[in-house]
Every structure is written in C-alpha cells, then in structure tokens.
C-alpha cells in the first residue's frame, strides 16, 4: 500500500550524505559537549575573579549549550525507539519537545543577562580586562571546534539545530566578550562588558524565536513550512481521473518527516488504485511526501451535474461528507 516515511529526510538540502548514521551524530555532539563542559568550568572560576559580567554570561551561556547538547542526544535516543503501544509514530516528537526547550531556555537566560547588563551599564564595577581578554580568546576557540563537531551531525533535524544555535551564539558572545576586553584594556571603559552582554542577548533572543516558532508549528499540526495546501489540493485535483479532494491534512511528524491524509473521489468508472499509485507518486516526487493515507472512492454521479435552483438533493448530495475540513478542491468544468 502506501509507502511509510522511513526516509528521513530524503533530499534535504543539506549538503552532507544521508549516510550519517545517528551514531556519527551522538559521537560528534559528545565530542561538543565535553568541549564545552571542560572550558565552562576554567571560565566560572575566571570570571568570578576577573569580575566579568560577559565572561560570567558566556559561562552560563555555555552551561545552557552544554544541556542543550544533553537534551538532544536524550532526544535522539528517544526518537530512535521502535513504534509500540499508544505511541503509534514513537517519540518521534521528543526532538521538537527539545527543540522547544532550548529556544525557551536561551529566551529565559538572554532575559536574566539583559537585567544584569543593564544595572552594570548604570554602576559598572571593576573588570580585569587582561584576564577576560585571555579567557575569550580561549573561549573563541573551543566554541569554534565545538561548532564545527556540531555541525558535522544532522542539523536538518530541528533538535540539532537547536544544539547548534546555542553554541553558535556561544560563539559570537566570546567574540564580543573578546572586543569588550580589548576595549576595557586599551581604554579602561568598563561599560564595554554589559553592551557586549546586551548584543548577545539580542542574538540569542532571535535564535530562541526561530526555535520556538519551528517547533510550535510542528506542535501546531501546522503543514511543513515548504508546502501550500491549498496548491497542493489544486494540483491533486487537476490530476486525470480526480473530481475532488478534501479532508487534505498535511502535518509534521518531526523535522523532515511530513505526513498526508485525504479524501479523494474519482470519476465514476475511474481506476482508484491507478488514481491513488498516480497520486502518492507526485506527492513523493514533487513533495518528498511519503507517508501517506489516501481514501479513494468514486465520486457520486450527481457531484458531476451541476445544481439547478431550488433542487436540494444534488446540493446534500455534493458534500458528500457530513463535515468536511478545510477547503473542498474540485475539478474545474474545462479540466478533460
């Protein structure tokens, strides 16, 4: 019957192979992660005594990385587990939950910073700007090598990326914590380190937006970012033999794996089973849509008469279903 997304993600855009096995991905996230743990722990202590809001907002900044590594590697051990019981599509969903989290967590902690940045921008206290200008540059370094470990894995899938953005922020904060130092070195301007704080809050705040809105459409049912339904109704229903669609859901199972259901009916007389292969094979070719579930029927004769004033039955008739959802695509009287 019809094919079960088990592809996934097949013909993302993303420029590695399809090969990489979930595996290479853990292994190269832990990699990051114990990166980052190590150098989170030097950086607490450094900025404690360097006195350093940056380098203490990067620190926590990377504690949030760390556990956003954490939550995606859980999240893929969860996702690989088998279909069973009363979670028929597995924890498939664990990866957006995580995804969800960390885009929450970068908001809640670029929220704390901002507070913080802004009551050293009114009484800036003393900065050891050698140390915080030592410790950044450190810092730009494993950020850099925990970026690329991270972006070695899959980053089409949402938990990935939410990984991803996270120490990627990371990074940019330490380049502008580097910036700050430098300036509190050669100018002793305090206030260097909270506007430093400040542009990396607005950066995480927009990593954190992207984040939230990706996996709360998925959680949303919302139809894949890439795809029109209503155009997609319109072009299943120009397809020969097609009279109507609706009942057309398209939703998001997990990043990269979408999923179709609706209601077809043919033209009496019509091959449904010629229908529904020629349908499910657009829907995979043009959509990448491969877990479908297609209902084929034969469209009553009266849908192919056109209403006249005041007959009610052809009119009941027509909308064949007691209530249908969203949008009825029908043929159009010129198609042949």
Same mark, same amino acid.
């Given at each position: 019957m ?15 192979s ?11 996230l832990g ?39 954490? *939550? %995606?590697?859980? @999240?893929? /051990?969860l996702?690989?587990? &088998?279909?069973?019981?009363?979670f028929?599509?597995? $924890?498939?969903? =664990? ?17 704390? *910073? %901002?507070?913080e @940045?802004? /009551?050293?921008?009114?009484? &800036?206290?003393?900065?050891e700007g050698?140390?915080? $200008?030592?410790? =950044? ?14 972006s070695?894995?899959?980053?089409t ?19 502008g914590?580097a ?8 100018t ?44 997609l ?27 179709l ?5 043919v ?68 198609h042949?």
């Amino acid at each position: 019957m019809s094919g079960h997304g088990h592809e996934h993600g097949a013909g993302d855009h993303s420029g590695h192979s399809h090969g990489v096995s979930a595996d290479a991905d853990r292994r190269w996230l832990g990699l990051a992660l114990g990166l980052i743990t190590v150098f989170m722990a030097a950086e607490v202590a450094v900025g404690i005594v360097a006195g350093s809001l940056a380098l203490l907002s990067d620190a926590a900044h990377m504690l949030t990385d760390a556990a956003s590594i954490v *939550l %995606a590697l859980i @999240a893929m /051990r969860l996702a690989a587990r &088998p279909a069973r019981g009363g979670f028929t599509y597995g $924890l498939k969903r =664990a990866e957006i939950l995580s995804a969800q989290a960390n885009g929450l967590t970068l908001f809640l902690l670029g929220g704390w *910073l %901002a507070y913080e @940045a802004v /009551r050293r921008l009114i009484a &800036p206290p003393q900065v050891e700007g050698g140390l915080m $200008l030592a410790t =950044a540059l450190t810092g730009i370094v494993v950020n850099v090598a925990a970026t690329y470990c991270i972006s070695k894995a899959n980053r089409t899938s949402l938990n990935v990326e939410g990984a991803y953005q996270h120490v990627l922020n990371d990074l940019f904060a330490f380049i502008g914590t580097a910036i700050a130092a430098l300036v509190v070195v050669l100018t002793g301007f305090e206030r260097a380190d909270p506007i430093a704080t400040l542009v990396v809050v607005a950066l995480m705040a927009k990593a954190a937006y992207g984040l939230l809105r990706d996996s709360g459409r998925i959680f949303l049912e919302a139809a894949p970012a890439d795809v029109d339904p209503d155009a997609l109704g319109d072009r299943l229903v120009a397809r020969p033999g097609v009279v109507e669609v609706h009942d057309l859901h398209v939703w998001q199972i997990t990043s990269g794996q979408a999923a179709l259901s609706a209601h077809v009916l043919v033209e009496p007389g019509g091959d449904c089973h010629a229908v529904r292969r020629d349908l499910e094979e657009v829907l995979r070719h043009d959509y990448r849509i491969t877990h479908t579930t297609l209902q084929v029927d034969h469209a009553p004769e009266q849908v192919l008469q056109v209403a006249l004033p005041g007959d009610r039955s052809t009119a009941d008739d027509a909308a064949h279903c007691d209530a249908p959802h969203g949008p009825v695509h029908r043929e159009e009287p010129h198609h042949h």
